[in-house]
RNA sequence: GGCCCCUUCGUCUAAUCGGUUAGGACACCAGCCUUUCAAGCUGGCAGCAGGGGUUCGAAUCCCCUAGGGGUCACCA
């Protein structure tokens, strides 16, 4: 057991998307590479986005992926709170400390006067910063501001002169000048803090030793170590890592189709598949290996592994892995991912019985190579919980309308089946070909219409599998009914 | 616009101290397998952003340019 502490800190203003995910899973795999702790926080000193129904689906969305935490709202230990909307006073308490120590000060300009100022900044072309009209304000005049002004905000006193450098993991030393930095709010008017000041306050105060999070954040670093060092605290080791970009280069959104982990969830994406994929976007093993186990992805990462340039997610990749873990995992934990969808569907029961169980992991077991998503599954074995099925049209005018001999043919192997005491493997196979060198026609030309006849489509499964799942009777039962509804007897 | 970060096939990436026919994967193409579709196997296509240096030698080190991204909120 080592020290390391690393949280996620999601705000709960929408779904859990990609790359939170992402950020999430290398905190997590950092801390189960040191046998460290893996917090989770709540970061929602946002009230007006922050909502419950959110916080429920990252909630839900993290445990779907497996990546448990230690610590969080619902894992007190000793550093909670873990949720910030319920940790106020602590932020009071540090911005009145600062205050006290001359580090802070109330700032009253008005939402508006700053609006003004920036623009009039901006205009002349310098970085828009907050020029401190209220920094040297006497305590008599801050006294009466106080009375008159509609509300007041806590800034820090930030130095104009020097520099800041940002030690990271990724990117080595970044320095940045402190006179780009502006005095910037801790406490808002309604009391809340900022982000940034909450967050090292949090960091702080819950022993993070690694702050590991999105590139994003990089230019906030500087501010945030300056805080810090005002308050008096150690910093942590910071890791930057790059951001997940869409196909055309832009930050993803909704318009991108598919970026919350639910949406992944909902087409049929496993957790294993997406973990894998997520963990190769921006880290590699530094083998040429692209499958590997979670285990394999813990013993192996490291976060000096982690790539410094963004990465451009790749849906056809991720539906590849996916197809290649639906292919490869265990029958039984295909059985356990796959019947939501079934269920949902209605073709399955929600009980389902033992034998809907049996049933569905061999309908599974012979369409596991012919599907990527676990979403296009019950529309690829529709017919075998149905007698409806439909038929292909194409099929139907090539097979059973263009070609006279499909009526004999059917005909025979219905009767040979029939006959059969056996209905397996050899049994069934050995009868297809007694069919065909009885009639004297190719083997084609009795399994192609054959296939048409028991499921409606021209692709699909062996024949033999779609044979010994459908099972002898239901078989037989099938190609008659297609004899009479085609007119082929 | 200021500041910061980044730049190897279309995409994800590998290449310990500079010396490789610049490797792998997805996608794409072809072949094999096959009664279908897949899967699988084999092969192919394709890259060091550009320009200067340093060096016997540079994808690798330095500088410049270009491009992309981030940030500059009483959002996180």
Known sequence: MSDVRVRFAPSPTGELHIGGARTALFNWLYAQKTGGKFILRIDDTDRERSSPDHLEAIYRALTWLGLDWDEGPDQPA????????????????????????????????????????????????????????CRNLPPAQQEEKKLTCQGHVIRLLTPEEGETVVE???????????????????????????????????????????????????SNTPRQQFIARQLGFRLPVYAHVPMILAPDHSKLSKRHGATSVQEYKEMGIVPSALLNYLALLGWSPGEDREILPLEEIVQL????????????????????????????????????????????????????????RLYLQAVLRIMRDRIKVLGEAVEATDYFFREDYAFDPEGVKKQFQQNKETGKILTRVSRVLQGLEAFEETAVHDALAGVAVELEVSQGKVNVPLRLALTGRTRGPELLDILLVLGKDRSVARIEKTLERFDLG
């Not at 873990?82 to 120590?101: D, H």
């Open 78 to 133: 000793s550093y909670g709170p873990y949720v910030q909307s319920e940790r106020l006073s602590i932020y009071t308490e540090a911005a009145q400390k600062l205050l006290q120590e001359g580090k802070a000060y109330y700032c009253f300009c008005s939402v508006e006067e700053l609006a003004e100022q920036k623009k009039i900044v901006r205009e002349s072309g310098q970085a828009p910063r907050y020029r401190g009209t």
């Open 168 to 218: 990271d993991v990724i990117r080595g030393w970044v320095t940045f000048d402190n006179a780009n930095l502006d005095d910037l709010i801790l406490i808002r008017s309604d009391g809340l803090p900022t982000y940034n000041f909450a967050s090292v306050v949090d960091d702080s105060l819950m022993k993070i030793t690694h702050v590991i999070r999105a590139e994003e954040h990089l």
């Open 301 to 356: 990462f490291s976060l000096e592994r982690i790539t410094k340039n963004p990465a451009i997610y790749d849906q056809q990749k991720l539906t590849w892995m996916n197809g290649h873990y639906l292919r490869t995992m265990e029958l039984e934990e295909l059985l356990q991912e796959a019947l939501p969808f079934f269920q949902a569907a209605g073709v399955i029961s929600a009980n389902p019985t033992e034998e809907e």
